[in-house]
């Protein structure tokens, strides 16, 4: 079975610019979350998809911060413009439906954003 | 607010050497408690989940149990291969079903 896939594994922007990363679930798995690791700090939730409708996305930073996830497949999180305070690795997690024996989340290895 | 400190940051054991990771959490209706494993470079990799008190898991040289306000990772004469960042996660019963708190981790450095 494949993993949860995340592209790219490493982008180094400017202040300003934009970055869109993706993430590729495991297949069947309609759950799909996003967190951050700032450098330093703690893994933090930034929102979590149940196929392709946000259930809750508390953890956005602010507006410059969109998630997408058309037809409950893969998902993008696009920052634009990106800020210096943006940088950190994003990883993409997976889930299957509702129910305790179910529900853990497998991690991909994460996206590193740079920003400059 | 669901918060969880994991102690010491690193720790740096000699191959077979015991020793016990802490994690103390605060939730508001604990839905799980779970441990990850980190590799440089690499996502979170599931450990546990424990959702008692009183609930143990044992997965070749680690043990997890978990109280009420703390929860345990024991490693038992440890290998190199054991290094890696130990990551404590909880699950409330507030805000979304599926959101996970985090700790900071433990570096866990084991010398052969």
């Known amino acids: 079975e494949a993993g949860v896939t995340q592209f790219p594994s490493h982008s180094v922007i400017e202040k300003g610019q934009t970055v869109t990363l993706r993430c590729d679930p495991i297949?069947?798995?309609?759950?799909l979350y996003w967190y951050r690791r700032v450098m330093g700090k703690e893994i933090k939730f930034l929102l979590h998809?149940?196929?392709?409708?946000?259930?809750?996305e508390s953890g956005m930073p602010n507006n410059r911060f969109l998630a997408e996830r058309t037809g409950g497949t893969y998902s993008t999180l696009k920052v634009q413009p990106a800020e210096l305070e943006d940088s950190g690795v994003y990883f993409c997690a997976s889930s299957q439906a509702a129910g305790t024996s179910t529900n853990v989340l497998t991690f991909g290895a994460g996206s590193r954003l740079t920003v400059l | 607010e669901d918060q969880v400190t994991q102690s010491p940051e690193a720790l740096r054991l000699q191959e077979g050497e015991s020793s016990s990771l802490n994690c103390s959490y605060t939730v508001s209706g604990l839905r799980g408690l779970f441990w990850y494993r980190q590799d440089p470079g690499k996502g979170p990799e599931f450990l546990f989940t424990?959702?008692?008190a009183g609930e143990e898991k044992e997965k070749e040289r680690l043990k997890a149990t978990l109280t009420k306000k703390e929860s345990f990772l024991h490693i038992t004469a440890p290998k190199p291969e054991d290094s890696a960042t130990y990551l404590c996660?909880?699950?409330?019963?507030?805000?979304?079903?599926?959101?996970?708190?985090f700790g900071k981790g433990t570096l866990l450095t084991v010398n052969p």
């Open positions: 424990l959702y008692s």
């Open positions: 297949s069947g798995h309609d759950n």
């Open positions: 996660a909880v699950r409330g019963s507030g805000g979304s079903n599926y959101k996970l708190t």
């Open positions: 998809f149940v196929k392709e409708s946000k259930q809750d």
